[in-house]
Antibody, heavy 122, light 107 residues
Protein backbone atom coordinates (compact mmCIF):
# COMPACT_ATOMS: atom_id res chain seq x y z
CA UNK A 1 0.00 0.00 0.00
CA UNK A 2 1.42 3.34 -1.06
CA UNK A 3 1.55 6.03 1.63
CA UNK A 4 2.75 9.61 1.38
CA UNK A 5 3.54 12.01 4.23
CA UNK A 6 4.38 15.69 3.96
CA UNK A 7 6.80 17.36 6.36
CA UNK A 8 8.29 20.81 6.75
CA UNK A 9 7.86 24.15 8.51
CA UNK A 10 4.33 25.32 9.12
CA UNK A 11 5.34 28.98 9.12
CA UNK A 12 7.45 30.77 6.54
CA UNK A 13 8.31 34.45 6.42
CA UNK A 14 7.47 36.55 3.35
CA UNK A 15 10.18 36.60 0.66
CA UNK A 16 11.73 33.41 2.03
CA UNK A 17 11.67 29.89 0.59
CA UNK A 18 9.00 27.33 1.43
CA UNK A 19 10.53 23.86 1.60
CA UNK A 20 8.51 20.68 1.98
CA UNK A 21 9.43 17.01 1.78
CA UNK A 22 7.21 14.07 0.95
CA UNK A 23 8.24 10.69 2.28
CA UNK A 24 6.87 7.76 0.31
CA UNK A 25 6.44 4.25 1.67
CA UNK A 26 5.23 1.07 0.04
CA UNK A 27 6.88 1.67 -3.33
CA UNK A 28 10.15 2.97 -4.74
CA UNK A 29 9.76 6.46 -6.18
CA UNK A 30 12.18 5.58 -8.98
CA UNK A 31 10.20 2.61 -10.24
CA UNK A 32 7.53 2.55 -12.90
CA UNK A 33 6.22 5.40 -15.03
CA UNK A 34 4.86 7.50 -12.21
CA UNK A 35 4.75 11.20 -11.41
CA UNK A 36 5.27 12.50 -7.89
CA UNK A 37 3.29 15.68 -7.53
CA UNK A 38 2.67 18.70 -5.36
CA UNK A 39 -0.69 20.45 -5.10
CA UNK A 40 -2.12 23.05 -2.79
CA UNK A 41 -5.42 24.42 -1.54
CA UNK A 42 -5.71 27.93 -0.10
CA UNK A 43 -8.38 28.32 2.54
CA UNK A 44 -11.84 28.44 0.99
CA UNK A 45 -10.51 27.82 -2.51
CA UNK A 46 -10.05 24.92 -4.87
CA UNK A 47 -7.13 22.66 -5.66
CA UNK A 48 -4.14 24.01 -7.57
CA UNK A 49 -1.56 21.83 -9.29
CA UNK A 50 1.96 23.04 -8.49
CA UNK A 51 4.08 20.57 -10.41
CA UNK A 52 5.57 17.08 -10.50
CA UNK A 53 8.69 15.03 -10.95
CA UNK A 54 8.75 11.84 -12.98
CA UNK A 55 10.24 8.63 -11.62
CA UNK A 56 13.11 9.21 -14.06
CA UNK A 57 13.84 12.63 -12.50
CA UNK A 58 12.32 14.96 -15.11
CA UNK A 59 10.09 17.66 -13.66
CA UNK A 60 7.58 20.24 -14.78
CA UNK A 61 5.53 22.83 -12.97
CA UNK A 62 2.63 25.23 -13.29
CA UNK A 63 3.71 28.28 -15.34
CA UNK A 64 1.47 30.43 -13.12
CA UNK A 65 4.13 30.07 -10.44
CA UNK A 66 6.73 31.37 -12.90
CA UNK A 67 10.19 30.12 -12.01
CA UNK A 68 9.67 30.04 -8.23
CA UNK A 69 9.18 26.27 -8.10
CA UNK A 70 11.73 23.49 -7.87
CA UNK A 71 10.67 19.87 -7.44
CA UNK A 72 13.29 17.19 -6.98
CA UNK A 73 13.74 13.59 -5.88
CA UNK A 74 16.08 11.97 -3.37
CA UNK A 75 15.84 8.34 -4.29
CA UNK A 76 18.14 7.09 -1.50
CA UNK A 77 15.60 8.36 1.04
CA UNK A 78 12.54 7.60 -1.11
CA UNK A 79 11.53 11.24 -0.84
CA UNK A 80 10.69 14.10 -3.14
CA UNK A 81 10.71 17.77 -2.31
CA UNK A 82 9.17 21.12 -3.12
CA UNK A 83 10.96 24.45 -2.92
CA UNK A 84 8.92 27.58 -3.56
CA UNK A 85 10.88 30.79 -3.28
CA UNK A 86 9.94 34.43 -2.78
CA UNK A 87 6.74 33.49 -0.98
CA UNK A 88 3.94 35.91 -0.15
CA UNK A 89 0.73 35.61 1.84
CA UNK A 90 -0.92 34.29 -1.33
CA UNK A 91 1.14 31.12 -0.93
CA UNK A 92 -0.56 30.29 2.37
CA UNK A 93 -2.34 26.99 1.80
CA UNK A 94 -2.61 23.33 2.64
CA UNK A 95 0.07 21.59 0.58
CA UNK A 96 -0.44 18.03 -0.60
CA UNK A 97 2.02 15.59 -2.06
CA UNK A 98 0.55 12.93 -4.30
CA UNK A 99 1.24 10.20 -6.80
CA UNK A 100 -0.04 10.46 -10.35
CA UNK A 101 -0.06 6.94 -11.69
CA UNK A 102 -1.05 5.43 -14.98
CA UNK A 103 -4.38 3.62 -14.96
CA UNK A 104 -5.37 1.90 -18.21
CA UNK A 105 -3.03 4.11 -20.17
CA UNK A 106 -4.10 7.44 -18.68
CA UNK A 107 -2.87 9.32 -15.66
CA UNK A 108 -4.79 10.05 -12.48
CA UNK A 109 -3.78 11.15 -8.98
CA UNK A 110 -4.45 7.93 -7.12
CA UNK A 111 -2.63 8.48 -3.83
CA UNK A 112 -2.47 11.62 -1.71
CA UNK A 113 -0.78 12.66 1.50
CA UNK A 114 -2.86 14.06 4.33
CA UNK A 115 -1.71 17.60 3.59
CA UNK A 116 0.22 20.12 5.64
CA UNK A 117 -0.74 23.70 6.36
CA UNK A 118 1.88 26.30 5.50
CA UNK A 119 1.29 29.87 6.57
CA UNK A 120 3.30 32.76 5.15
CA UNK A 121 3.53 35.49 7.74
CA UNK A 122 6.08 37.65 9.45
CA UNK B 1 -4.06 26.36 -20.16
CA UNK B 2 -7.29 24.37 -19.96
CA UNK B 3 -9.96 25.87 -17.72
CA UNK B 4 -12.35 23.54 -15.92
CA UNK B 5 -15.73 24.84 -14.79
CA UNK B 6 -18.05 22.95 -12.48
CA UNK B 7 -21.72 23.54 -11.80
CA UNK B 8 -23.33 23.99 -9.44
CA UNK B 9 -20.79 25.28 -6.93
CA UNK B 10 -22.95 23.89 -4.13
CA UNK B 11 -26.10 21.86 -3.76
CA UNK B 12 -28.12 20.26 -1.02
CA UNK B 13 -29.78 16.89 -1.22
CA UNK B 14 -31.36 14.27 0.98
CA UNK B 15 -30.05 10.87 1.97
CA UNK B 16 -31.34 8.45 -0.61
CA UNK B 17 -31.53 11.11 -3.29
CA UNK B 18 -29.71 11.51 -6.58
CA UNK B 19 -27.46 14.34 -7.72
CA UNK B 20 -25.60 15.25 -10.87
CA UNK B 21 -22.59 17.54 -11.11
CA UNK B 22 -21.44 18.95 -14.42
CA UNK B 23 -17.89 19.78 -15.45
CA UNK B 24 -16.98 21.67 -18.60
CA UNK B 25 -13.54 21.99 -20.18
CA UNK B 26 -12.46 25.06 -22.14
CA UNK B 27 -11.31 22.79 -24.96
CA UNK B 28 -11.72 19.15 -25.87
CA UNK B 29 -9.96 16.79 -23.49
CA UNK B 30 -11.29 13.56 -24.99
CA UNK B 31 -11.95 11.37 -21.94
CA UNK B 32 -8.98 12.57 -19.88
CA UNK B 33 -11.20 13.54 -16.97
CA UNK B 34 -11.02 12.43 -13.35
CA UNK B 35 -13.32 13.02 -10.38
CA UNK B 36 -12.24 13.33 -6.74
CA UNK B 37 -14.06 13.43 -3.44
CA UNK B 38 -12.67 15.65 -0.71
CA UNK B 39 -13.75 15.70 2.92
CA UNK B 40 -12.53 18.35 5.39
CA UNK B 41 -9.26 17.44 7.05
CA UNK B 42 -8.72 14.43 4.81
CA UNK B 43 -6.82 13.71 1.63
CA UNK B 44 -8.81 13.87 -1.61
CA UNK B 45 -9.75 10.48 -3.03
CA UNK B 46 -9.95 9.41 -6.65
CA UNK B 47 -13.47 8.29 -7.54
CA UNK B 48 -13.54 8.04 -11.31
CA UNK B 49 -10.85 8.12 -13.99
CA UNK B 50 -11.06 8.44 -17.77
CA UNK B 51 -14.50 9.99 -17.38
CA UNK B 52 -16.41 6.86 -16.50
CA UNK B 53 -14.20 4.18 -14.91
CA UNK B 54 -14.77 3.53 -11.24
CA UNK B 55 -11.65 3.46 -9.07
CA UNK B 56 -11.21 0.24 -7.12
CA UNK B 57 -13.25 0.24 -3.91
CA UNK B 58 -15.58 3.08 -4.93
CA UNK B 59 -19.28 2.19 -4.56
CA UNK B 60 -21.28 1.64 -7.73
CA UNK B 61 -23.70 4.45 -6.83
CA UNK B 62 -21.04 6.77 -8.29
CA UNK B 63 -20.96 7.04 -12.05
CA UNK B 64 -19.40 9.32 -14.60
CA UNK B 65 -20.01 10.09 -18.23
CA UNK B 66 -19.04 12.45 -21.01
CA UNK B 67 -16.30 13.17 -23.48
CA UNK B 68 -14.86 16.15 -25.27
CA UNK B 69 -15.83 19.19 -23.20
CA UNK B 70 -18.82 18.16 -21.08
CA UNK B 71 -18.76 15.61 -18.29
CA UNK B 72 -21.05 14.58 -15.46
CA UNK B 73 -20.72 12.87 -12.12
CA UNK B 74 -23.88 11.25 -10.78
CA UNK B 75 -24.38 9.91 -7.30
CA UNK B 76 -27.48 7.81 -6.88
CA UNK B 77 -28.98 6.78 -3.55
CA UNK B 78 -26.95 9.30 -1.53
CA UNK B 79 -25.42 8.01 1.68
CA UNK B 80 -24.40 10.15 4.69
CA UNK B 81 -20.72 9.59 3.89
CA UNK B 82 -21.17 11.10 0.40
CA UNK B 83 -21.59 14.65 1.67
CA UNK B 84 -18.30 16.24 0.67
CA UNK B 85 -16.77 18.45 -2.00
CA UNK B 86 -16.26 17.02 -5.46
CA UNK B 87 -13.68 18.13 -8.00
CA UNK B 88 -13.16 17.33 -11.63
CA UNK B 89 -9.63 17.40 -13.05
CA UNK B 90 -8.25 17.13 -16.56
CA UNK B 91 -5.24 14.93 -17.22
CA UNK B 92 -5.10 15.75 -20.94
CA UNK B 93 -2.18 18.11 -20.63
CA UNK B 94 -0.11 20.11 -18.19
CA UNK B 95 -0.60 22.19 -16.23
CA UNK B 96 -3.17 19.89 -14.68
CA UNK B 97 -6.27 21.84 -13.74
CA UNK B 98 -9.26 21.32 -11.50
CA UNK B 99 -12.77 22.60 -11.40
CA UNK B 100 -13.55 24.97 -8.55
CA UNK B 101 -15.38 22.26 -6.65
CA UNK B 102 -18.99 21.38 -5.85
CA UNK B 103 -19.94 21.21 -2.20
CA UNK B 104 -22.64 18.64 -1.54
CA UNK B 105 -24.56 19.27 1.67
CA UNK B 106 -27.31 17.45 3.48
CA UNK B 107 -30.80 18.89 3.07
Amino acid sequence: QVQLQESGPGLVKPSQTLSLTCTVSGVSISSGSVYWSWLRQPAGKGLEWIGRVHSTGNSDHNPSLRSRVTISMETSKNQFSLNLNSVTAADTAIYYCAREGMIVGLYAIDNWGQGTLVTVSS
Amino acid sequence: DIQMTQSPSSLSASVGGRVTITCRASQSISRYLNWYQHKPGKAPELLIYTASSLQSGVPSRFSGSGSGTVFTLTISSLQPEDFATYYCQQSYTTPRSFGQGTKLEIK
